[in-house]
């Protein structure tokens, strides 16, 4: 339980993942996540599968018999920092010379069997759509042979396995609701390393967040690599979905709907989502975000250039224009709405026009937050094979630097309109500046922090904002939300 303590509320990426231990397992797992936040929660589904196999998480390597690290493709810097982390392993492995090393997620599928010929310290290679697999997997790789699977599934989205909360801080929880993308930007990796869309049926998901709430948890993400095409019309593919039964197509289950459910069987409980590819965003979701306050008033919609060069050039199925008309649209149905974007700086063939499309872009849209990137080339992509990455990594990085600066500014201009409100803001943890204050986010996501009083972790306070930096708004609590 120490260790447990010790790494709550730090930073997951790349930390150990712990839970309670289970009584009568022996063995000992260290399972560290990298990437996305579906990576953080497979390796909860990970956990879980193998707590039934006789394991348990611990945040001492060395003491490790089974070592996993999910991983991440997006980007070549991602994929360099699980490289580096394996030579790492190697040195542990002098001190623990007993224990195995698993490599999971996006570079296992993107690898495969190369992985074991390129780090002689991985015996075992599984793709995210094999972790049900792993009691066998691991039994191989126990008895001395390597092990791999990375076969993608058309139907797996581990809807009856309850993941186990990894270094969770009892408030806030994700849960998957689609996996996979069939959407092809031609930049992306991860149609390739996490196969084609499929959703999760709608009753596991009520049923998981039910059980999450009953564990007294506030707060569910539902995430997937692209929200809103969640389609749930009896398992398969979404792309096969015309070809379902009249029936199936009749009682088929859109985000919308699903959105509309949660929030309607659990009003106690916030809900957010992500990730949003605009091509697929209807009003509907909107109308249904209007109709609940449970449902938080922040989308992450992600662009990717301002420009509509680049956005063909991206496959990204609509315009500047249409994207823009949608958030008109979205600010005509709920005016308080956050958004926030990704961006890519560089994409192969970018100009300085492209460039100043995206920051006029920016500037119309006043993102409260931003995520933005250097063009990284992923191997097996449309953009790899087809298209030239042709601008200067000293370009890239000075047009990302330019993207960067001005979404600070407007970070700062939407802090800013919250000071002087009353807003609702759910405690998930200490402060890490200021022990004596409690940090937690509003509706639209962002941070708040305010002097602890008596309040306690996972109430849902009322906080007059009275002062802000860019990324974290100041305030003091004026009482407990009628939320509470
Ligand atoms: N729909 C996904 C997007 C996954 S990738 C989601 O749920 O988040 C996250 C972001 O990484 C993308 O929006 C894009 O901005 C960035 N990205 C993806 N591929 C990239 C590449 N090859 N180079 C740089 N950035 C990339
Ligand atoms: Fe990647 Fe585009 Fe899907 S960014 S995850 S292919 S929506």
Redesign the pocket.
């Known amino acids: 339980m120490e260790q447990v303590e010790k790494v709550i509320d730090e930073k997951k990426q790349g930390k150990p993942l712990l839970i309670e231990q289970k009584e009568g397992n022996a063995k000992k797992l260290f399972i560290e996540s990298y990437g996305?936040q579906?990576n953080m929660n497979d390796s909860e589904i990970v956990a879980a599968i193998l707590a039934e196999e006789g394991f348990n998480t611990t945040g001492n390597i060395e003491e490790a018999d089974l070592v996993l690290v999910n991983t991440c493709s997006?980007?070549e810097k991602a994929e360099t920092t699980v490289r580096n982390r394996l030579k790492k392993y190697n040195a542990v492995k002098k001190v623990n010379p007993k224990m195995k090393v698993g490599v999971l997620g996006c570079m296992a599928e993107r690898l495969k069997a190369k992985f074991l010929e390129e780090e002689k310290i991985v015996d075992l290679v599984v793709g995210p759509d094999a972790y049900r697999d792993l009691p066998n997997l691991v039994e191989e790789v126990e008895a001395g042979r390597d092990a791999v699977n990375v076969i993608l599934s058309k139907e797996e989205t581990y809807a009856d396995v309850s993941p186990v909360r990894l270094n969770s801080n009892g408030v806030s929880a994700f849960v998957s609701i689609t996996r996979g993308?069939d959407n092809m930007?031609t930049?992306?990796?991860?149609p390739f390393t996490r196969g084609r869309e499929r959703s999760r049926d709608p009753k596991s998901i009520i049923e998981e967040i039910r059980s999450m709430n009953d564990q007294n948890f506030k707060e569910i993400t539902l995430l997937?690599?692209?929200v809103d095409s969640y389609l749930w019309y009896g398992g398969g593919l979404k792309k096969d979905f015309k070809k379902a039964s009249e029936m199936a197509q009749a009682t088929a289950v859109d985000f919308a709907q699903l959105l509309n459910m949660c929030a309607t069987e659990f009003p106690k409980m916030r809900f957010r989502f992500?990730?949003s590819?605009p091509q697929d965003m209807t009003l509907d979701v909107i109308h249904v975000m209007a109709k609940h306050k449970n449902i938080c008033k922040y989308i992450h919609l992600?662009i990717?250039s301002g420009s509509n060069r680049m956005l063909k050039a991206m496959n990204r199925l609509h315009t500047r224009e249409e994207y823009l008309e949608l958030i008109e649209n979205i600010y005509k149905i709920v005016p308080e709405m956050n958004l926030s974007q990704?961006?890519?700086a560089g994409f192969c063939g970018e100009t300085e026009e492209d460039h100043k499309d995206t920051l006029d872009l920016m500037e119309k849209v006043k993102y409260s937050f931003g995520?933005m990137?250097?063009?990284?080339?992923?191997p097996g992509?449309l953009?790899a094979k087809k298209m030239e990455d042709d601008i200067p990594l000293a370009t890239k990085k000075r047009r990302l630097q330019e993207i960067i600066n001005l979404q600070q500014e407007h970070s700062l201009y939407r802090a800013k309109e919250h000071v002087g409100k009353i807003q609702e803001v759910l405690i998930e943890g200490t402060s890490k500046k200021n022990e004596n204050e409690w940090k937690g986010r509003n509706t639209q996501n962002t941070v708040v922090v305010f002097p602890k009083e008596n309040y306690k972790l996972g109430d849902f306070v009322n906080v007059k904002i009275e002062d802000c930096t860019t990324a974290t708004l100041k305030g003091t609590a004026v009482g407990y939300s009628e939320n509470n």
């Open positions: 996305c579906m997006i980007r993308c930007c930049f992306c990796v991860v997937g690599q692209n992500s990730t590819n992600p990717q990704d961006m890519i995520f990137f250097a063009y990284s080339e992923r992509t953009a």
